[in-house]
């Protein structure tokens, strides 16, 4: 179901952007037979030099059932329209397979391409990874675990105090880890502001007994809880499954100024957190261009002594934007056509 969801929001047509037709890769085929393992961003790269803009050539062919989902074996058929504008269509559905079942129905059993490598993100969808300053200053916090124990894990309980009687039965512990700070000098020598604080998943509880300092019970773990430990109350709302890759609602200058798993140099799948957020109007499925930035050098053949001059920002990679936070977002490397590295600049992307 979830691969459904995001193909079908993905393949509609944009009726709120007006964009010129798509460019073509210069080697692109004419047709192209789906295989499992495929992803659509995949498929779309072969036809175009931005794979975001599919849904701008999908051609929604009406006699075939459900043609917003594509599956391994559909044959892709690049024509143009009566404008010369690019079109994709399925020319040929793949045989489905079947169930039989007393003779009553017939099931497709493979299951639809999904818009990009879900396992890249999948645990990152519905756990806390970032939490504001005043959020964390009022979030339950664990005092110590039960029993005696230094730490505690699933199984164990947790001492909790600052938990509201009238709050959720179940919540998720995290850890405060690195500090989100905006990239580049502020103005008028103001501190660098403060965007937020890195929440480490820890694990999850459900209420045992609520009071002054209540009691919970850890039901899973990733790592083991301690003293310090916060707490948010978890909820499926904070789930959002639908990536429509689209271009920014606004003009973005941001910068990379974390990776999820810590890396200096970033590649292709890998998570990295930009210092702007829904504040700035980006939202899931926001694509953007990172460059990596030009270093400043001396200009030696200069009459002017001491000349230096900045070299131009190179274009590196392409980011997808899956979970928003009101000042941070987190974002997947699509495709890195060199090393991206931390405070590389995020923008608009030109494609359009």
């Known amino acids: 179901m979830l691969a459904r969801k995001i193909l079908v929001l993905l393949l509609l047509t944009f009726t709120s952007y007006t964009f010129a037709a ?73 045989r489905p397979n079947v169930k039989l079942s007393p003779g009553l129905r017939r099931t497709r059993l493979d299951r639809a391409i999904p818009t ?56 998720s512990v995290f850890r405060p880890g690195i500090k989100y700070v905006k990239h580049g000098k502020p103005k ?56 429509m890759p689209h271009a920014p609602r606004a003009n973005i200058d941001a910068a990379i100024i974390s990776v999820v798993d810590g890396v200096v140099q970033i590649g292709q799948n890998q998570l990295v957190v930009i210092d702007s957020g829904s504040r700035e109007k980006i939202d899931v499925g926001t694509v953007l261009a990172v460059y990596t930035r030009g270093k400043t050098v001396s200009d030696d053949v200069s009459p002017e002594r001491g000349d230096t001059v900045k070299l131009p920002d190179e274009r590196a990679g392409t980011l997808m934007v899956f979970r928003v936070f009101e000042k941070v977002s987190f974002a997947l490397v699509m495709d890195a056509t060199a090393p991206l590295h931390l405070y590389d600049a995020v923008r608009n992307p030109p494609e359009l």
């Open 188 to 243: 008028n020598g103001e501190e660098p502001e403060v965007l937020g604080y890195e929440a480490i998943y820890v694990g999850e509880t459900k209420v045992a007994q609520f009071g002054d300092i209540s009691t919970l019970l850890i039901t899973s773990t990733e790592r083991e809880s301690h003293k310090g430990d916060r707490l948010l109350p978890l909820s499926e709302n904070d789930i959002n499954e639908n990536f």
């Open 116 to 171: 990009i490598p879900l396992d890249a993100i999948q645990q990152f969808l519905s756990k806390p990874l970032a939490v504001d300053e005043k959020d964390l200053e009022r979030a339950p916090y664990v005092v110590q675990p039960a029993d005696e124990h230094v730490v505690a894990g699933a199984g164990d309980r947790l001492y909790v105090r600052n938990l509201k009687e009238e709050g959720k039965a179940k919540y």
């Open 22 to 94: 798509p460019t073509l890769n210069p080697d692109h085929p004419d047709r192209y037979t789906v295989v499992k393992g495929d992803t659509l961003w995949d498929i779309a790269g072969r036809f175009l030099k931005s794979p975001w803009r599919w849904p701008d050539v999908w051609h929604v062919n009406p006699q075939v059932k459900n043609p917003h989902l594509i599956y391994p074996g559909d044959v892709l058929v690049l024509s143009y329209d009566v404008n010369g504008n690019p079109v994709i269509t399925v020319a040929k559905r793949a």
